[in-house]
Each structure stands twice: as C-alpha cells, then as structure tokens.
C-alpha cells in the first residue's frame, strides 16, 4: 500500500515509521547520542553528528511529513526555532506581509530580532483576501498565515492566498499549530510551508517543547535543512521520541477536543453573563462558510468576553476555575485557560490588540478531553 493513500488515522500511527532494523523495536529508540563511530573518515551509517541528524529525530519528522501530506519535515528545539528558521530563508529589505492577529512570540520575533537585521514586516487583516494583494510589492517574499488566529479565532482561506502567493511567486507558510493536520492540510489547500508548534496538539501531553517544518519542495527543504543544521535549534532524542508518542493518538484526542469545544462554545453562547464567544463553528461566524470549505471540524480553541466585563473580571473568573488551569500554552489533554492581555499578548502595544478585538476582558480556552460535564460545571462556577 502506497504511504501516501493511507487514511489519516492510521498515518498518524504508521506514518513514515518501520521496527528498528537492530532489533524490531516498534517504538524508535531514544538515540541519545551526539555522535556516530565511523569505520574510514567520512565512512558512516548516514549519521556523523547529531545536530545535523539523529535517528529518532529522524522517524518524528518523517511522522511530520507524513501526517502534513508533505514530503519533507524538520523538527526543531520550539515553534520558534522552526519560525526562525523560515525567516532566515529571506534578507535584508525583503518584506514580509503577516496576519495582524498573531502568536504573540511570533510578533515579538519578528519585530524585535528580524527588524532590526532589515527585514519589514506588515500586520494586516487577511480575513479577505481581496486585502492583500494592494499590500503586495517587489520585496515581498513571504506569507504568513495563521489559521485559526490566537485568540480570535478568524478563519483565512489558505487557497485563496495561496492563489495570489503563486501569481507573484512569494512563499506561503502556515502556522498550523492550531488547526494541526487533522482540521486542514495547508500543503494540500497550496502552502508552500507548514508549521508546528508541537510543543502543542502533535505532542498533546504538556510535556515537550518542540517546533516543526513540513514542505514538498526539494529545494526548499535543502534550504531549511542547512539552516537547521547551521543554526542548531534541532529537537533532541529524548523530545522527538515524546512527540511521535503523542502523535500517535493526535487523531483520537482531536476527534474529543472538537466534540467538548462544541459543548463549551454552546454553553458559552447562551449564558447570559457572557457578552460573546469566538468559535469558528458557528453560523453566525463571520468566516465560517471559509472554515466548513478548509477544515474537517471546529476545534477546541474558544475565547470569550464577559458581559461588561474589564481586566479585573476576567482576571477574577480564570482564579475561580478549578478544572481549567490558569496558564500558557494550549492543545494538551487537559483543559487550559489565559488571559491574553496579560500573558500570551502582552509583548503587543494594548492599541495594537484592541485594534483587533483582543479587550481586556478577553478569556481564552484550550478545551481539553476531560469529561465535559464536568467542564461545564467549571465554568458555571467560574462565571456565577
Ligand atoms: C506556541 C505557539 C508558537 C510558538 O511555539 P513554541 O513551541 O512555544 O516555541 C507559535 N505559534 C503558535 C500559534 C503557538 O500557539
């Protein structure tokens, strides 16, 4: 059988993976290694050197490539060694156009460490893609989209872009940390990159911090390649064996992190204390026709706002929760919530996050795969 025409639900599984030719350990090995005995200088088993490549990082990005529906995958220490590494494809005075609602480290990176190196970057609305293209100049080189945004939860239609990216030849990446592969395949819709924080839904578990590449072209992926061995931001042994662990029950986990995310935005919708709810899976939506069209499912990332509700309200509400956890981060098996204003989005000038609906009341949640009752009793608690 063809790797490529299996479902998802099993690539997620067998992807890119075979039993270790040394002794049929069906889980790869944790290759904790920095190095590789050579028979004659340069006479190796194709490892020299384990920043350049490592055997259990290999079988994780093989598992990348494969649940991406993409040819190549590059591993790397976090989500934002693998953005760096793309921005590193580019030089000074090169432009960038990015999605103004965005990882707040995401921002912090481009404006604060490439700026100052002379690469512009431009936060636009991209909801339509009519927006983008009078944005478009000579310098233009690179896309980036993410889809869902953090936190508004916006939907951008990565085919329509991808249209515009291939009429002037400049790179389309997708940050594809929210939806993961199996909401929507970015490469599929005509990406040229997709990336992960794995640290996220592809581990699962809250217990890695790992960031992921996934492209088709050759290329491409030379290039990635030399600059993740050159610049060495690699995902260890001990972190790629966690990931392709949670990888393989991604399917299972997002199938309940879609079906709990459903029952909390509707709760949410309808109690009376609570002002609005963002979620891509209602009608009312503004872009929900784009995320039915691109996505398998809704997903289990919703922010809300209390009715008449200010920074201290919200504060005083993700206290109160007590099966939710008052943190960072997202896409684990339990359920989170942040206040971004404070945490995630407060490396962006408040002006900057009101501009695009980040208030201070703003409360967003990472729905975990707990029973949902129990959830709602959280939240009912939390919110009285
Ligand atoms: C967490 C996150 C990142 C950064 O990834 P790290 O693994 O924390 O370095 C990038 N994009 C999105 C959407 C994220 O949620």
Known sequence: ?????????????????KPDAAFGAVMPPIYQTSTYAQTAPGDHKGYAYSRSANPTRTALENALASIENGKYGLAFASGMAAIDAVVKLLKPGDEVLSTDDLYGGSYRLFKQIFE?????????GMQSANNIEVHITKKTKLIWVETPTN??????????ISQLAKKYAILLAVDNTFATPYLQLP????ADIVMHSATKYL?????????ALVVNDKELADKLYFIQKASGAVCGPMDSFLTLRGIKTLHVRMQRHCENGKTIAEY???????????????QEHPN???AKSQMNDFGGMISFVPKGGSYEDAIKIVEKLQIFTLA???GGVESLAGHPASMTHSSIPKAEREKIGVVDALIRLSVGIEDADDLIEDLKQAIR
């Open 1 to 17: 059988m063809s790797e490529k025409n299996l479902k998802f639900n099993t690539k997620t599984i067998h992807g890119g993976q």
């Open 116 to 124: 100052p190196f002379g690469i512009v970057f431009r936060f636009i």
């Open 151 to 160: 936190p508004m939860m916006q939907i951008i239609d990565i085919k329509a």
């Open 187 to 190: 490469l599929d819709l005509g």
């Open 203 to 211: 581990g699962g578990h809250s217990d890695v911090v790992v960031g």
């Open 268 to 282: 949410l919708a309808k109690h009376p204390k609570i002002e609005k709810v963002y979620w891509p899976g209602f």
């Open 288 to 290: 929900h026709e784009i």
């Open 328 to 330: 960072e981060s997202l």
